[in-house]
C-alpha cells in the first residue's frame, strides 16, 4: 500500500530501495528546520542537502508541509520505546526524563519549536504534530494502564490525561516561562502526575 499513488504528498513511507533517499531528505529537513525555521523551509534547499534530485523531493513530498508531516511520522516512528520498570512513578520519571532530554537537545530543542510555531498558523502542520503526540501518548499509556492493574492506581484512570500531565509542564518551560528545563524540573512532573493520579484526579466521570 506504501507505494500507491492516491496517498497525499507526506503521507507516504517509501521502503526497500528508496528508504535511504527519505532518510537523507528528512535529515535535511530537520536540519533546515532547526537552522533557519519553518518560514524558510524550501523543497529545493532540503534537495541540495540531502544530494538528492528537486524532481524527487517535489514529487514525492510535493509541499513543505507535506515534508514536515512526513518528518513529524518518522519521528514518531524512531522515538525509544517506553521504560518499564514495575511501578508508576518510575515509568513516568522516565517518560518524563525523555522528553526533557528531547526539548534541551540543541537539534531537537530548535526543530521542536520551529515546528509547534509553524502549527499555529498552518492547520496541516497542526494535524500532522498533533498525530505524532498521538502516537507518543499512545505508547506510554499502558504503563498507567499496568498500575491500575497492579492496583496502584483507581479503576477508571485515564491514562492518556496522565501521560499528558507529565509532559505539560515541561513544554510550558520550553515555550513560555522559560524556566530552567533540567532532570529536577521533569521528576517533578512526574512525581505531581503520579500524586494526582493516585487521587483519582484523572479518574473518568461518567
Known sequence: MEHQAHYEPGSVRPG??????????????????????????????????????????????????????????????????????????????????LVQRTLTDPRQRALFTAVIAAATCDARTAEALHRFYDTRIGEWAPCVDEAVDRGELPAGTDAREVIRAVSAPLYYRLLASGDPLDEQAADRAAEAAAAAARAGVYVTRR
Not at 538528492?52 to 524512531?78: C, N
Open 16 to 97: 526497500g530501495r528508496t528508504a535511504r533517499v527519505r532518510t537523507a531528505v528528512l535529515t535535511a529537513a530537520g536540519d533546515a528546520l532547526a537552522e533557519h525555521g519553518f518560514d524558510r523551509l524550501d523543497l529545493a534547499d532540503v534537495a541540495r542537502r540531502a544530494d538528492v534530485g528537486k524532481t524527487t523531493v517535489y514529487r514525492r513530498w510535493g509541499t513543505v508541509t507535506g515534508l514536515v508531516a512526513d518528518l513529524l511520522t518518522d519521528m514518531a516512528e524512531q522515538s525509544l520505546p517506553r521504560a518499564r520498570t514495575g511501578e508508576l512513578l518510575g515509568d513516568l520519571r522516565a517518560n518524563a526524563r
